[in-house]
């Protein structure tokens, strides 16, 4: 899973990690990352990043999100969801990286195995086409007028096959916040959908323990 190409200031150029179908992508954006610095401070507080299961938001539908993915293909969850197991990592600022990389090693025994037939993840794979893996950084609209430098960014450090798994959305990030009880946008926010789109699991920052358990239970009960 990947995506967020955010930073605070006086960091390294944004650095994500983007899994999907098994397959890991470092996200790089330069320019975007002095565009956000901005953004990141006005209005910042400290904040304990601390994991935690988000039961307020399962059991409910993933409110619609429209997206356009690197590839240029339009994204609209829950409806692409359909037939399928969705993993939705959203991501605000660069600093969750390393939960993001941390969620990818839960469902690394659901990824397919080198020499295997569907090694290759390609997007015919067995493995894709029952569970997909997105990620959605989440910008406010503000940032839309300069889409084009951020989505390059993130365009020109990934693998042209892993384009239309990696979605940025711009808009009103506050109502989202709200519907999927995402308080904290220092931690990572990871939701997984069944093929109607509801949420059986969510949860906010790095898989502990029990939250990996759980995440992984979920999405093998529902492969089933």
């Known amino acids: 899973m990947a995506?967020?190409?955010?930073s605070r200031v006086t960091v390294a150029p944004p650095r994500c990690v983007y899994y999907a179908g098994g397959m890991q992508v470092r996200i790089i954006s330069v320019l975007a990352s002095l565009l956000l610095c901005v953004a990141a401070v006005a209005g910042a507080e400290?904040?304990?990043?601390?994991?935690?299961?988000?039961?307020?938001?399962?059991?409910?539908?993933?409110?619609?999100?429209?997206a356009e993915t690197l590839s240029g293909s339009e994204l609209v969850l829950p409806r692409d969801t359909a037939e399928k197991v969705t993993i939705v990592a959203v991501a605000f600022q660069r600093g969750v990286q390393e939960q993001i990389d941390a969620w990818s090693e839960v469902f690394a025994p659901l990824k397919p195995q080198p020499g295997?037939?569907?090694?290759?993840?390609?997007?015919?794979?067995?493995?894709?086409?029952?569970?997909?893996?997105?990620?959605?950084?989440?910008?406010?609209?503000?940032?839309?007028l300069i889409s084009g430098v951020i989505d390059g960014g993130m365009r020109s450090g990934i693998p042209e096959a892993e384009h239309p798994y990696v979605a940025t959305y711009y808009g009103d990030t506050s109502a989202y916040?709200?519907?999927l009880s995402?308080?904290?946008?220092?931690?990572?926010h990871l939701f997984i959908l069944d093929p109607e789109g509801m949420i059986r699991f969510a949860a906010a920052g790095a898989p502990t323990e029990e939250l990996s358990a759980a995440?992984?239970?979920?999405v093998r009960s529902l492969l089933q």
């Open 3 to 6: 995506g967020c190409t955010f």
């Open 46 to 66: 400290e904040s304990p990043e601390e994991s935690m299961r988000n039961r307020a938001a399962e059991g409910m539908k993933f409110p619609r999100l429209e």
């Open 116 to 144: 295997s037939a569907d090694s290759s993840v390609s997007s015919e794979s067995p493995q894709r086409e029952a569970m997909r893996i997105y990620e959605i950084p989440m910008l406010k609209g503000r940032w839309r």
């Open 177 to 179: 916040r709200e519907k």
């Open 182 to 188: 995402m308080q904290d946008e220092e931690l990572s």
């Open 215 to 218: 995440a992984e239970k979920t």
